[in-house]
Structures are given as C-alpha cells and as structure tokens.
C-alpha cells in the first residue's frame, strides 16, 4: 500500500548499543541449497530501554572481491524480507560481484526476527468515511479496541514499530557489518524506512537508491497529500483519454450516483459507494492499458445497476489493505475530528474530480489508524541536504511522489519509466532499473539527468 523523513541524530560509537558485535553467520532456516547465510543481532528495543529484541539478518555473500554491503529493505510493510530476498537472487548479480547483499525481517512482523507481535496480519477493509463526530468516535472506539488487542501482546514493541526505529535497526547492522558508511536500497514502504535513515544517519549514507516511494520528506503533509491526488488524476487522464468520448462525464455521473444510493455487485455480495468505486476503479486503472477494455466494461455494466466487475476478488470484495497498519499509524498524521478529515476529503475531490480522496494515505490510514492507542512516532519530516547525491525511480504510478524525495537532496537523479507497474528493481527486476542502480552503488556514479529506461 500505499506509500515515506529529519534530526540529524547519530549515536556516538561509544554507546553499548553501537558497540561492534561478531555475526555468527550460518545457513538459514529452510534456506534448502540457496547461499544465503543468516545471523541473529540482539538491538536495542527503544533508546530509552535496556531491552533487547532479536533481529534475523540474512547477507547473499559477494561472488568476488568484496568491497563493501547493501542493505535492502523490500517494502510492504511486511516481515518476510528475507524470504522474499532467497526468492530473487538474480536481481543481484552484478552487485554481488563487489558486495554483499544484506537484509533483515523488521521487528515485530512475522519473519524470522523475534519477538513476533500477537496480531491480526490478514486485510483490514477500509471503513467508509463518517458521516458526522458520533460515527468518527464510534470508529475511534472500534480502531482502539482492535490495536490493543494488538499491543498487549508486547507494549513497548508496539509502540516502537515506526520506520524510525528500523532505521536504528539498520544502522545497528550497518555497526555488526563493520562498514564505515552503507549503501542502501529502499523499494516501495522500505522506501519509507530508507528516508527516515538517512535523516536519522545522515553521515553513515554512501548510496541511497529508493524506487516507487512514497514521500515520508514532506514539510507539509496537506500539500502532500493534495499532490498525490494530483498525481492520481494524471494516472487516471491516461484511461480517460483512451477511452470512448464522454467516459470522464460518465464516470463522475456514475461516483454521483453511487454516493446517493450504493450500487449492488451481486455476484460479491456487496454495495459500493461512490468512494469504493473510485478506489477499486483506480486499482484497475493503474495496472495499465491490458486492462482498460475490462474497465470499460465494468463502468457499463455498473450503469447498468451491476458493479461486481470493480471487485478485486469475491474474498476481498471491498477496498483494503493487508497487516493491520501497525507501522503506518505511527508513521503518518492522523485526524483529530471528523470536521477535519471531512474538510480534506472535500479539498481531494475538489481537486481530483475522478480519484478523489479515494487513495490510502487519505482515506485507510486516516480512518483506521485515528484513535490508536500510541502516537505517531515518526512523522514526514523533510530530508537532510548533507547527503551524498541519491537515485530514485518510478512508475506512472509512483514517480512523482519518488521525485518529490530525490529532489530534497542536491545533485541527485531520478530514472524514468513510461509504463505501469510498481518497484521497478525488486518485484518488475527491470534490467536497464538494474543495471544503473549497480553502477551507482558500486562506483557512486549517477546515470546523466532525464535518462529513460524501457
């Protein structure tokens, strides 16, 4: 889902939590024949305790001479990091020539790393916006009552689930590895937590590579999220433009109506509003022009009183997004009344006539993560200009946002991609995405300004 930072805080090589520690390296479970190789790093579980959590952390040894380690985070938010590393080895060919690749399962997610917070991981649907204070209370109460159950499982755990402290947990790492400076690689949410490091450590950075990020640097969280409608409308003009003549009116005539009475999708067992529909809508929307025709279709038969060919799947019929939000509430704002969120929501669709508010960052974060029972931790706070120059890139879907990041910091380069899709390097393994991003890790040498990648 959905989408990433800045006190130059560096703790001092002095500190029990920094001190240097041997990794004891050896096969990973249910690793089979791979080589990749894991270790367990006892870190520190907040700066103010003294607890320790256990952190798995998996390395894909250098096939050569090595000279140095990447650190990857592969987004999600989710645990499994280390298995999805095992998965796709081969995006890493030509940086194992000089580096070890390395990962870790974050903290408290299921994975590897322990301990494992006791929670509901499945999809979490998105609750339509409250009408008025009493419904927004009301979804206040249900929201506290499902992240307690959470939380009591390991309060201070979950408490410090925030990017922020996956970045300590990274330069922990960093320390255990013996590397002076890390190069790092944030794709999708791991983006996110790449942000957040280099604000935290801004002088431990040698590359920073982030790929289909959302931006976690924004001064201005309002504008930022008035920008990601922007950036959603573009997306959707590239239907509407390709559609019949007169499908935009259609299509708003059709949110209008939905949003007055729902419209039925019998063959789901569910009703959708005028904000479902612009979700899910969008949803198809962004996979790009295979599947136009599809939505075309869908958008007549739901005039026609039929809208299941917006749903997803007949599981997960209703927007939503999968783990719970645990880190996300403590990553991003939230609203305090319903006046406030009713205010924004009224400001997105003033400027997105045909997305909306409709978008995680806007609607499911907000509206499940309001009431949580832990602040937000750490909040979208601008990047740090004393940064070695950083990559980035991105889709129809996720370039802008990704640019808005690697515009903070001086010097730096974005990669472009005219297509859908989402993650260039990791999940689509683009090997022109690839094969700049290894240049640039291994010698620090940035592709020239607007290069395109096919």
């Not at 930072?5 to 690793?31: D, E, I, K, R, Y």
């Not at 607890?51 to 250098?62: E, G, N, Y």
């Not at 067992?269 to 949803?283: E, R, S, V």
């Not at 790009?288 to 997803?312: C, L, M, R, T, Y």
Request: proline share 9%.
């Amino acid at each position: 889902m959905i989408q990433t930072l800045l006190a130059l805080a560096v703790v001092a090589p002095s500190l029990p939590a920094q001190a240097p520690q041997t990794l004891q390296w050896q096969p990973c479970p249910g690793a089979g024949t791979s080589e990749m190789v894991c270790a367990d790093l006892p870190v520190a579980l907040s700066k103010q305790s003294n607890r320790k959590i256990t952190l798995k952390v998996a390395r894909l040894p250098a096939t050569g001479t090595k000279r140095g380690s990447v650190l990857i985070n592969f987004g999600g938010p989710q645990g499994d990091q280390i298995a999805i590393m095992r998965s796709r080895p081969e995006i890493f060919t030509k940086l194992r020539e000089s580096m070890d690749i390395v990962t870790w399962d974050p903290r408290g997610y299921p994975g590897l790393s322990t301990p494992v917070l006791q929670c509901d991981w499945s999809v979490l649907r998105t609750p339509p916006f409250p009408d008025d204070q009493t419904g927004f209370e009301r979804l206040m109460a249900e929201n506290r009552a499902r992240a307690t159950k959470c939380r009591d499982t390991a309060p201070e755990l979950f408490d410090h689930m925030d990017s922020a402290s996956d970045a300590r947990d990274a330069e922990a790492i960093r320390v255990a590895l013996g590397e002076d400076r890390m190069n790092f690689i944030g794709t999708s949410y791991g983006g996110t937590i790449a942000q957040a490091y280099a604000r935290l450590f801004p002088s431990k950075v040698r590359t920073l590579y982030v790929d289909g990020t959302g931006d976690h640097s924004a001064r201005d969280w309002d504008r930022e999220l008035d920008a990601i409608a922007r950036d959603n409308e573009r997306l959707m003009k590239r239907f509407l433009d390709w559609a019949e003549p007169g499908m935009e009116g259609r299509w708003q005539a059709l949110v209008a109506k939905a949003d007055k009475e729902p419209i039925p999708a019998p063959q789901v067992n569910a009703l959708y509003d005028g904000t479902q529909l612009q979700a899910l809508m969008f949803q198809k929307v962004k996979r790009g022009p295979d599947q136009w025709d599809a939505v075309a279709a869908a958008i007549k038969a739901a005039e026609g009183g039929d809208a299941s060919a917006f749903a997803a799947s007949s599981r997960y019929p209703y927007p939503g997004l999968q783990g719970g939000g645990v880190k996300e509430c403590l990553d991003f704002p939230r609203p305090a009344t319903q006046a406030q969120l009713a205010s924004t929501v009224k400001r997105l669709r003033k400027i997105a006539p045909n997305t909306g508010a409709a978008f995680p960052l806007a609607w499911h974060a907000p509206i499940t993560c309001a009431g949580w029972p832990a602040a937000v931790a750490n909040p979208p706070k601008p990047m740090p200009k004393k940064l070695p120059p950083v990559l980035g890139a991105g889709t129809w879907l996720d370039f802008a946002a990704t640019k808005r990041v690697v515009d903070q910091v001086p010097g730096s380069r974005m990669i472009t991609f005219d297509g859908p899709g989402h993650n260039l390097f990791a999940a689509m393994a683009n090997p022109c995405v690839i094969d700049h991003v290894s240049r640039y890790v291994i010698t620090r040498e940035l592709p020239p300004r607007g290069v395109k990648c096919p």
